[in-house]
């Protein structure tokens, strides 16, 4: 049973990370059309929340409907802000003064930051002279290493190599002054520390509103009414919110209800279960997806250096899972001990209760 629920973990990240990378690639088409990155996260969770707000309320059932209290709203409003609303708008920003390149790679500190918070914050059990501590500390250096080399050691043309360069979408998008592409990178680091601390948050908030879908739709509602807000400063004309193209429709369309509904059930489903940091580390493989989709769909070039990396990352994860295996082996085996003991203790307090019934009806046979 343990076995199928990691697999069904590791297949559900894999097909979150295919959807992140089609939403990438979408945000970065409709930005490149003329929309503001601010606007475009208004839109998202505005579809996101239009989407999944119905479905949340008719599957409720009375019996399991959970109750929000001023706690549980606080830590759903500060997860909307931080996780939605930060992550999304800085990214977007981030990537409107910076390149792709930055991008990518600096998204992939998303699991070394995530480990240090869950390890600080005691959600991540800690030990230097453990194997599996050892096994989950080099495999993350590892994805990480593997998502920088795979973006910027390119080497040989494998795919693509007919085409020129400037037949990339990515290349429309230049790179701007040495202020606006320290700014990129800026707005692109905010965003990964927003996005751990999301995932960090998500444990508190999964145990005190365990309802997953629910949960969804309230971060989706609170997130747009906070991105309207912002957007309502930051952009008050009303040519910035009109949607221009079919692309610009649909890619917030599907960045809403794939990116923004239903990739937060699916996130807290496993948050829930398997930590914040097993969520984290499949981000590197994001990387990996977005350049095979950029090289059939966008025909970016596919060099030698995205070969090597990509190996890298599979690499690195395939050890941080194996010391996540052994850190759940090692629980069960200390949970199977405690119930053996308890079961232990209760046979003794029966036979206890049973030498002593005996011995009552003894005496007063006697």
């Not at 909307?80 to 990537?95: D, K, P, V």
């Not at 590892?142 to 795919?159: D, E, N, R």
């Not at 400037?166 to 606006?180: E, V």
């Not at 520390?193 to 971060?219: E, G, I, K, N």
Request: aromatic share 10%; proline share 3%.
């Amino acid at each position: 049973m343990g076995r199928t629920e990691n697999t069904k973990a590791v297949l559900v990240m894999l097909v979150l990370q295919t959807i992140y990378a089609g939403i990438s690639l979408l945000v970065k088409a409709a930005l490149l059309q003329g929309m503001s990155p601010r606007i475009f996260v208004v839109y998202r969770q505005a579809f996101g929340t239009i989407f999944i707000v119905p479905i949340a309320y008719f599957s409720r059932s009375n019996t399991h409907r959970c109750k929000m209290g001023w706690k549980s709203f606080s830590l759903i409003f500060v997860a909307a802000l931080i996780g939605l609303i930060g992550t999304q708008m800085m990214q977007y920003e981030g990537i409107f003064f910076a390149t792709s390149s930055a991008s990518s790679v600096l998204n992939n500190l998303i699991p070394a930051i995530t480990f240090i918070g869950a390890s600080i914050l005691g959600l991540e059990p800690i030990n230097i002279r453990s194997l599996r501590t050892l096994a989950k500390i080099a495999g993350t250096i590892v994805c990480v290493t593997g998502a920088v080399i795979m973006t910027l050691i390119k080497g040989p043309k494998l795919l693509n190599a007919q085409l020129p360069s400037s037949s990339s979408l990515w290349s429309i998008c230049s790179i701007g002054s040495d202020n606006q592409w320290l700014l990129g990178c800026l707005y692109l680091i905010g965003g990964c520390c927003c996005w751990s601390f999301w995932l960090l948050l998500q444990v508190p908030v999964s145990r005190m509103y365990p309802d997953h879908l629910s949960l969804s739709a309230w971060m989706c509602f609170i997130g747009t009414v906070q991105s309207v807000t912002i957007g309502l400063f930051t952009d008050p004309y009303l040519e910035a919110w009109k949607i221009k193209s079919y692309l610009q429709l649909g890619s917030c369309l599907f960045a809403g209800i794939f990116g923004s509904a239903i990739c937060i059930i699916f996130q807290s489903w496993i948050i829930e279960r398997k930590g914040p940091v097993f969520s984290a580390i499949f981000y590197p493989i994001g990387t990996v997806i977005v350049t095979i989709f950029a090289s059939m769909f966008l025909q970016e070039q596919i060099y030698t250096g995205s070969i090597i990396g990509a190996f890298a990352i599979i690499t690195g994860l395939y050890v941080v899972l194996w010391g996540k295996a052994e850190d759940v082996k090692e629980l069960k085996e200390k949970q199977e001990k405690t119930t053996v003991l308890q079961n232990e203790q209760i046979q003794t307090i029966q036979i206890l209760d049973e030498d002593q019934s005996n011995l009552v009806d003894s005496l007063l046979l006697k």
